[in-house]
């Protein structure tokens, strides 16, 4: 499916809030969360369940993110259940060069890269082989995709700092755009030293409260706020409290 043109004021809105060059003095990405959301904070409507929320224009200036970082990151129960493509759309034919490299965490070695849609678009050059988080040494390992072994808190918590550091030194990887699911962007909006920029997608719907909630268990200040208006969605870009 074809994008539709990205509104013209988005770029200088974004431009803030998009990674810029540090060349090689940068100890870590720079990392971007960004998600889409209905008006009750929730994410999907029910686990699982694939749930459109974005307006076509907002969905234009997701792929145009993505074009502008190396790295784009989901957790294991998004790509399970969504059995998405991660790749970059914007700029048509350009923008497939310009595609993230998809990072999995995937602690319980879940997700098979084999007759996923992901595979499908790297094998017509649409798109880049993974990088999979484990907590052990992979149990099987699949062609063309990286492993990359990584401390895990729990077996859906990984260890960030040592995650980003191993992204940056093992895969030259200097941006990263976090996208989900619920546990990943709960447990990021905790993380100020960690997340640069904050971009949520706010659609003009509810889901009602059987769906998947966005709610970190402690509050968060936000700072650097600015809002855009769509013709369905608002978006707010900001940093987090504390941020460095």
């Not at 369940?49 to 307006?55: D, E, K």
């Not at 909006?189 to 949520?200: E, F, N």
């Not at 769906?211 to 936000?222: D, K, R, T, W, Y």
């Amino acid at each position: 499916m074809s994008l539709q043109p990205l509104r013209d004021d988005l770029p200088r809105f974004l431009e803030p809030y998009l990674p810029q060059p540090s060349g090689s003095q940068a100890a870590k990405p720079f990392v971007t969360l960004t998600y889409a959301q209905s008006l009750d904070s929730r994410i999907s409507k029910g686990k699982g369940i694939r749930t459109t929320i974005s307006h076509a224009e907002t969905k234009t200036m997701t792929h145009y993110l993505r074009y502008h970082h190396d790295g784009i990151l989901i957790g294991s129960g998004t790509v399970l259940a969504d059995d998405p493509g991660l790749n970059c759309k914007y700029g048509s034919e350009e923008g497939y060069s310009h595609s993230p490299r998809p990072i999995v965490l995937d602690s319980r070695q879940q997700w098979r890269f084999e007759g996923s849609k992901m595979k499908d678009l790297y094998l017509k050059s649409q798109g880049q082989a993974p990088i999979v988080v484990v907590s052990e040494e992979p149990r099987e390992r699949e062609k063309d995709v990286a492993y990359l072994l990584c401390p895990y808190l729990s077996s859906s918590r990984v260890d960030w700092k040592t995650l980003l550091k191993k992204l940056h030194d093992e895969f030259d990887i200097k941006s990263i755009m976090v996208e989900g699911g619920a546990t990943v962007i709960n447990d990021l909006l905790l993380k100020p030293a960690l997340v640069d920029a904050l971009i949520i997608t706010i659609g003009s719907r509810f889901l009602g409260s059987s769906g998947v909630e966005v709610s970190p268990i402690q509050s968060v200040e936000l700072e650097a706020v600015a809002w855009w208006n769509g013709t369905a969605d608002a978006v707010l870009c900001a940093k987090l409290s504390g941020s460095k």
